[in-house]
């Protein structure tokens, strides 16, 4: 596509339950980023693909966020057991290569409520 | 890990003045330098970027200095308009490693221009 789309744009979702996010990178893209923005906060880092290789779960906060990245391309973040805490915008990101800047997408609005 | 510090969170300016935001990176071992741009609700963008291979890159009203030696890097946007407020944040990656593409950002700098 012509731009990173992350779906949905906005989530409202009860405390307890299991949330899915979705990103479709750019086509040829083969860097895939999660980050999370809480309000009025900066870029706190979740996951990261690359290829075929191991992703970097580094930055993922709990057990209860997960993510996986299907054939290379479409990547899901799923939040198990959701807190109240977790809520936040979650923004995907992709690079033609590690050494390239990000393209970011419009990002999902969680609610926990 | 890496640690990017910016400064400062917030800054006001005249239209027509000069901005400058200030970050600090710990990894000497970083060798690339993105500043995004994020207008309110919206994605952040890419403006402009730096190697550690040079010292200063210009893009028509914004420029980014390198100062390898302090580990400091520096956003100028000069004759500001109203246009340019928003959120801009820095970012530092370090090379090698599981981790090659991975981008540590800065805190963001609230930049309000006022007519």
């Known amino acids: 596509g012509a731009g990173v789309s992350q779906s949905p744009s906005n989530k409202v979702t009860e405390k307890g339950k299991d949330v899915e996010l979705r990103c479709d990178p750019i086509s040829g893209h083969t860097a895939l980023y999660w980050y999370r923005q809480s309000l009025g906060q900066g870029l706190e880092f979740l996951i990261y693909f690359q290829g075929n290789s191991a992703p970097d779960k580094s930055g993922l906060p709990s057990d209860r966020f997960s993510a996986e990245r299907t054939g290379g391309s479409v990547s899901t973040l799923t939040i198990q057991r959701t807190q109240q805490e977790d809520s936040a915008v979650y923004l995907c990101?992709?690079?033609?290569?590690?050494?390239?800047?990000?393209?970011f997408g419009s990002g999902t609005r969680l609610t926990v409520v | 890990g890496e640690n990017v510090e910016q400064h400062p969170s917030t800054l006001s300016v005249q239209e027509g003045d000069s901005a400058v935001i200030k970050c600090t990176y710990s990894?000497?071992?970083?060798?690339?330098f993105p500043w995004y741009k994020q207008e309110l609700g919206k994605r952040p963008q890419l403006i402009i970027d730096?190697?550690?291979?040079?010292g200063e890159k210009k893009d028509q009203r914004i420029a980014v200095t390198l100062n390898k030696t302090a580990k400091h890097f520096s956003l100028h946007i000069t004759e500001t308009q109203p246009e340019d407020s928003a959120v801009y944040f820095c970012a530092a990656r370090r090379p090698g490693g599981t981790s090659y593409g991975k981008l540590t950002f800065g805190q963001g700098t609230i930049l309000t221009v006022h007519p």
């Open positions: 990101a992709s690079s033609l290569l590690e050494n390239y800047g990000y393209t």
């Open positions: 990894d000497s071992a970083s060798n690339y």
């Open positions: 730096i190697r550690s291979n040079v």
